[in-house]
């Protein structure tokens, strides 16, 4: 058995191996209902083998999206849309992940293909952030500093977006902290500026992440697993450190966090760039999954199984994630079982393994 196909349960839930189909925008929804542009994009990945299969972020508030394109689940609208495509993740044999999240001062943006950069109202809308500081570059919009009556109301809305996702059959819920969207702004030094219980010390940068993790976990059930993406590195000596990750994910197992999805980097525009390259963010995963003691999983540029295979190996992380790999090739675990010598018929949909015996 290789590691990449050995099954993984965390709580309840038991994944049938170490793949993961990481969260993806896609920018195609309306009002935040997803469509039949997402089941064919999600469903197709557990058909064709994956173990976990991620939602793109999903807003927890309109406000929360980065584009006007962003799926949503701040309204009893979107419960059914997605019931729709968990239903059929789980029946291909995967268990169906949704992550919540909120852009922050990230939002009211253009979809990527359209430029990407700030638009205005009516298209646009007022963003929100710890400081009242604009991302950079093309996100030029100033956001609105936001008062702890604002900070309390958004750990409720993360609350109410849980308990929607308990209704559309989710099985994991992961929520983003990471790539320099809202949580990620105050977790940061770079973005969070302020002087108050939600500002300044790592204790207080943190309070935010720590007490929507809370609400989440409160409104989730006991038998089903929580994660956190963290961007766990600023890559900046001003920001946030792979130690400060460290630290936090001790504090987050403790409130019921299974599981750190540990990504990098995009809280600010930077003239430095990442090391992007094979395998380039697993230090960080494999610094948490040991400092924390906590499960982790790696995301970034892993293409080859047998590099995968290795990352598992030597415990650097629990779980694979890919990205644009699962874009090139939705069936990527066939790929992979046929590399590793992992019998092909044991992975995916029968309609595709049938076909590929010989």
């Not at 929360?64 to 029946?91: Q, Y």
């Not at 963010?281 to 999954?289: C, D, G, N, R, T």
């Amino acid at each position: 058995m290789t590691k990449l196909f050995e099954s993984l349960t965390i709580r309840g839930i038991t994944l049938r191996n170490r793949i993961v189909v990481s969260s993806m925008c896609q920018y195609s929804s309306v009002d935040g209902v997803v469509n039949d542009w997402h089941l064919v994009q999600l469903g197709s990945r557990a058909a064709g083998g994956a173990g976990l299969v991620m939602t793109e972020a999903t807003a927890v508030s309109p406000e929360g999206r980065i584009t006007a394109g962003d799926a949503g689940l701040w309204d009893d609208k979107h419960i059914e849309p997605w019931k729709r495509v968990m239903s059929f993740v789980k029946a291909q044999g995967a268990v169906a992940g949704l992550q919540l999240a909120h852009a922050g001062r990230k939002g009211s943006a253009a979809k990527p293909w359209e430029g990407g950069k700030s638009v205005s109202a009516p298209v646009g809308w007022s963003t929100f952030a710890p400081s009242a500081l604009a991302f950079g570059k093309h996100l030029d919009k100033v956001p609105v500093e936001m008062t702890v009556s604002e900070i309390k109301n958004l750990i409720r809305q993360f609350g109410e977006a849980t308990a929607r996702a308990v209704q559309t059959g989710a099985e994991l819920l992961e929520i983003h902290a990471g790539h320099g969207y809202l949580i990620h702004e105050f977790l940061s030094p770079i973005a969070n500026k302020r002087n108050d219980l939600y500002g300044g010390s790592f204790e207080n940068r943190v309070r935010l992440l720590t007490e929507i993790v809370q609400q989440v976990r409160s409104k989730w059930p006991a038998h089903l697993p929580l994660a956190v993406r963290l961007s766990a590195s600023d890559w900046d000596n001003d920001g946030w450190t792979p130690d400060d990750s460290v630290a936090l994910a001790k504090i987050l197992k403790s409130a019921g966090v299974d599981l750190i999805d540990a990504s990098s980097g995009f809280i600010a525009p930077t003239n430095t760039p990442y090391p992007v390259a094979p395998g380039w963010q697993v230090f960080l995963s494999e610094k948490i999954k040991n400092g924390a003691e906590i499960l982790t999983g790696t995301v970034g540029k892993i293409t080859d199984p047998s590099q995968a295979e290795s990352i598992l190996e030597a415990s650097k992380a629990d779980l694979i994630y890919l990205a644009t790999e699962y874009l090139r090739n939705p069936n990527w675990p066939l790929r992979a079982a046929k590399e590793l010598g992992f019998d092909v018929t044991k992975v995916g949909a029968i309609q595709i393994t049938h076909w590929l015996k010989s």
